[in-house]
């Protein structure tokens, strides 16, 4: 099992997540700092639940919008690497979700593969984040196109397959390694979720660059 000061790292940063979350989606839906992209209104919060505290900076340098009530109508133009970032967390946030209830699927059913877990895990995980994945990058591309719900839904597979692929490459190598450094936590313990965390801030670096292709590119929308 891994050491009491994990634990309580775990506990702490965890909280920190949550309350940076909840802050988030107030200041979205109470304060009317409502995001141009309505699926934003849903990354923005998710993306906290694994960055946390560290993940509030970016949103509020680059991915808070003006208050209604204060400066209806201002638009502020992200640079390439804040497109990019914003892009990340849009997929981050369906794998983020995805793995989470692939994770805790797969664990109440005692389901394995094999006998590992791990790899059922992985198998559960990557349907749930391919799915969610693929719902998040169809309200995206579809409002921002103008797309019907067939041209919609395969523009977001052709969109989303390279970079949701490669977040759960980088997401997937962390899980290995920690099965292998911790190989007895479940999703009942508290570092379980810290090394899930970090997990999917891994995913969100291995994604990053591909993220910047597709949008260099003109695959992917500028966010």
């Known amino acids: 099992m891994p050491p009491f000061w994990l634990s309580i790292v775990a506990k702490a940063h965890i909280f920190l997540s949550l309350i940076a979350a909840g802050w988030v989606a ?3 839906f109470v304060v009317g700092r409502r995001q141009k ?3 934003m209104e849903a990354v923005w919060p998710l993306t ?3 960055f946390g505290p560290i993940g509030a900076i970016f949103y509020c340098w680059f ?9 209806e109508g201002v638009v ?5 690497w804040q497109a990019t970032f914003t892009g990340a967390t849009h997929c981050g946030a369906g794998c983020a979700l995805g793995d989470f209830l692939g994770d805790w699927l797969a664990f109440l059913l005692g389901f394995t593969i094999s006998g590992s877990d791990l790899a059922s895990k992985i198998v559960l995980g990557f349907a749930f984040a391919y799915a969610l994945g693929i719902l998040f990058q169809y309200f995206s591309v579809a409002p921002m ?5 067939r041209e919609g839904i395969f523009a977001a597979i052709k969109i989303d397959t390279l970079s949701l692929t490669a977040y759960e490459v980088g997401m997937f190598a962390w899980m290995a390694f920690r099965a292998t450094v911790y190989p007895d936590l479940k999703p009942t313990n508290w570092s379980y979720w810290l ?5 999917m801030i891994v995913g969100f670096i291995t994604t990053y660059p591909v993220n910047w292709w597709l949008i260099l590119r003109g695959i992917k929308e500028r966010m």
């Open 37 to 39: 992209m309505k699926i």
């Open 195 to 199: 090394m899930m965390q970090i997990a």
């Open 63 to 71: 991915g808070r919008t003006p208050s209604i009530s204060r400066s």
């Open 26 to 28: 107030v200041d979205i």
């Open 145 to 149: 196109r103008g797309l019907g719900i």
């Open 48 to 50: 906290m639940l694994y």
């Open 76 to 80: 502020r133009k992200k640079s390439m």
